[in-house]
């Protein structure tokens, strides 16, 4: 569910040509070592590299979000929905990191 969640809330917030293409390539890369972390249930490698992943796209979406934000006279609807779902996925990132730190301790992680 957590993968689901942020793939279409990155997909919703790549929707304009507000953000760079370093905002959907790293959101997407994560998201690929996510799947990875759902396949292969037994390994601690796995969920790790997706934790670290999530909370490295924590840092770099803040980043993004504040560079990148345009001046109010720009905001449309489309833009408006674009960063709406960049700053949701922003807020629920934090969530899905203790979710995954939860499972990271069910596998057997220390």
């Given at each position: 569910?957590?993968?689901?969640?942020?793939?279409?809330?990155?997909?919703?917030?790549?929707?304009?040509?507000?953000?760079?293409?370093?905002?959907?390539?790293?959101?997407?890369?994560?998201?690929?070592?996510?799947?990875?972390?759902?396949?292969?249930?037994?390994?601690?490698?796995?969920?790790?590299?997706?934790?670290?992943?999530?909370?490295?796209?924590?840092?770099?979406?803040?980043?993004h979000?504040?560079?990148?934000?345009?001046?109010?006279?720009?905001?449309?609807?489309?833009?408006?929905?674009?960063?709406?779902m960049?700053?949701?996925?922003?807020?629920?990132?934090?969530?899905?990191?203790?979710?995954?730190?939860?499972?990271?301790?069910?596998r057997?992680?220390?």
């Amino acid at each position: 569910a957590i993968v689901l969640v942020h793939w279409l809330l990155t997909a919703w917030g790549c929707m304009n040509h507000i953000f760079p293409a370093s905002y959907s390539w790293g959101n997407f890369s994560v998201l690929a070592v996510g799947i990875w972390a759902i396949v292969q249930r037994d390994s601690l490698d796995a969920i790790v590299m997706f934790l670290t992943g999530l909370l490295l796209t924590v840092l770099t979406d803040i980043i993004h979000i504040c560079v990148f934000y345009p001046p109010n006279s720009h905001l449309i609807g489309v833009i408006r929905f674009s960063i709406g779902m960049a700053i949701f996925s922003l807020l629920l990132k934090p969530v899905s990191c203790y979710l995954l730190y939860r499972m990271y301790r069910e596998r057997g992680g220390e």
